[in-house]
């Protein structure tokens, strides 16, 4: 049991302590953006299933790989806060709730935007590449994956979920996610499924990213020796 409780301190200690002091101090002051996007995300649903209010809906945020580009880049945002309508919106709020959360806590808000509509958009884009490689190409997708609505959050909380664990050193949850996200993809050869390990692959990118401008800024300032305190990458 002792090691078990040294490896959880070992694995989630760093990223708990970052949350927990301002979660506790600020309460539900600390994610204005998180409770925001769930908020969103609940009207959304509640709109798009009027009779008055689907179309509105799609015509704002529904993406599909047969839209031109310029039209589905502009949806893109607000498509990562449209539900699914064939799955529990309450999944999607809990996602949002959690892994948004965390990483407003940790990263900032606009951080965690940045990332959560990089690895949204990575799976828009991918979906395009994939139709035009075809079913018999590497990770290449059926022609009928063009009519799909691709929506939601999944895409964005997996590639916030693994930038996390790769900044505090979660990296066994981190490879976790990822051994999930390629499972899915094994067990069930969907557009989703795909475009989860084209949102991660995008963020490893921006993990790689991070670490050089970080490394560089460390270098510079062992180098300097002017004793500044550190930048936040």
Known sequence: MGTV???ARAEWGPLYDAVREPLFRRRWRALPMTLGAVCLTALVQFTQNQSWGYRFVQNLGAVRAEDPLWPALL????????????????????????VFGIAEICLGWWRTLVIAYVA??????????GIAVGPSGFLGLPGADAHVVDTGPSAAVVGLAVFLGWRYRAYVTAGAVIVAMVVEVVLKDNLAGKEHLAAI????????????RHGRTT?????????????RS
Do not use: E, K
Request: charged share 10%; hydrophobic share 55%.
């Open 120 to 129: 949204t958009l990575a799976g828009t884009l991918y979906a395009r590449v």
């Open 5 to 7: 409780v040294r490896w």
């Open 201 to 212: 692959v995008a963020v490893l990118v921006l993990c790689g990213v991070s670490a050089l």
């Open 219 to 231: 270098g510079a300032r062992a180098g300097s020796g002017s004793g500044l305190p550190p930048i």
């Open 75 to 98: 949806r893109t945002p607000l498509s990562l806060f449209v539900p699914a309508l064939d799955l529990p919106v309450w999944g999607a709020l809990a996602q949002i709730l959690v």
